[in-house]
């Protein structure tokens, strides 16, 4: 049984920075590629970044490239998502999946329960 848990989220103010975490047990974490995602409210999923199993290559959406870094630590079976220069239109709650990888929510397996972000003007 797979299981991972974000944390991290909170709210802050435009141009505020956070680091969201997503700890994974249950799973030869390194084996998988993790993806972060979002969902607004009243909006579909959608994908945000996402790390290979080595870290050595990494993606993400044209709305947060250059503001958001995703990164991992194999040894602490963590995923982390720092992100800088926030905007309100990154409020959502936000989900970190263990799958094969890509921009495609089908794509992974596992999920987490979310943890919400807020951004105020």
């Known amino acids: 049984q797979v299981q991972l848990v974000e944390s991290g989220g909170g709210l802050v103010q435009s141009g505020d920075s956070l680091r969201l975490s997503c700890a994974a047990s249950g799973t030869i974490f390194s084996t998988y590629a993790i993806g972060w995602f979002r969902q607004a409210s009243g909006k579909d999923r959608e994908f945000v970044a996402a790390?290979?199993?080595?870290?050595?290559?990494?993606s993400y959406a044209d709305s947060v490239k250059g503001r958001f870094t995703i990164s991992r630590d194999n040894v602490k079976n963590t995923v982390y998502l720092q992100m800088n220069s926030l905007k309100p239109e990154d409020t959502a709650v936000y989900y970190c999946?263990?799958?094969?990888?890509?921009?495609?929510?089908?794509?992974?397996?596992?999920w987490g329960q979310g943890t919400q972000v807020t951004v105020s003007s």
């Open positions: 999946a263990v799958g094969v990888g890509g921009t495609s929510s089908r794509l992974y397996d596992y």
């Open positions: 790390i290979r199993r080595s870290g050595g290559s990494t």
